[in-house]
């Protein structure tokens, strides 16, 4: 099991500087954020800027199993979202992304199953034009949205019938879930579809993106447990743009700890 830190920690860096800042401090990988999306999605096509940057990466030996589909993007808002969501997806593929991230979206004040149907019809488009290819879609786990834990997740996924739709855990957003399910029966009940992490601590109040065993109050002994259960090998993937508000020299200090840190955790999941 490979880990990261998302690439958001440094968001205001162009990718390239990103990608060095990263490989300096001793990551080889990292989640692609939005912010590092659009700004490769500016410089031209998308399959064109993607091949690349996956060859300045891979020039240097860094990769990117996992990406950031457009975070405000609201999945049931219509074709026109479903048509640029697929060019991100074309960006991804031509950086080998494998798994990409997508919030599971919503009407306001609309029936929970008109929802639902207007959901699994846009999910079918998008994983229809991932035919062919390696990668998923992970929707996850969203406070406020109608399908905030793992069944309605799961139901959405099954709904679709998809080997190209998965699930990805946020275990900052399940900590301030209203209805309370624990790390590990998440995971559980997930299995293998889950084939993405955000990996971020809080207070259980609000999504503070804070790094782990610090004052949050995130259960990870219980996440711990969970994974090694089901035997998670995708991305460890720290979403904690929470911690970079401080000096460029503190936040280079912070991926030192944090890199530690996942080696201790992995390490606890694999056994």
Known sequence: MRYSVWSSYYMELSPEAMVDAFLEAGF???????EHGFMLLERGTAEKVGREFRAYADARGFSFPQGHLWLRAN????????????????????????AAVLHPGSIPGAPVEQVAQVRRQALTQLCGHLEGTDMSICLENLPGSDIPMSAGLVETVRAVGSSHL??????????????KESPSA????????????????????????????????????????????????GLF???VPGERLCPAPVKRAKLDYLKAMCTYMVGRIQG
């Open 75 to 98: 999945l049931c808002d219509g074709q026109k979202t479903v048509d640029i969501l697929k060019n991100w997806l074309d960006l991804f593929l031509a950086m080998g992304i494998r």
């Open 28 to 34: 080889s990988c990292t989640e692609l954020s939005d």
């Open 186 to 233: 998440f995971i559980r009940r997930c299995g293998p579809l889950l084939q993405a992490l955000h990996i971020a601590d809080n207070e259980g109040a609000s999504d503070q993106h804070m790094m782990p065993y610090g004052r949050g109050n995130v259960d990870w002994e219980d996440v711990i447990r969970g994974l090694a259960e089901i035997g998670y090998q």
């Open 237 to 239: 993937n720290l979403e």
């Open 166 to 179: 998965g699930i990805c855990l946020d275990t900052g957003h399940l900590n301030f879930t209203a209805d």
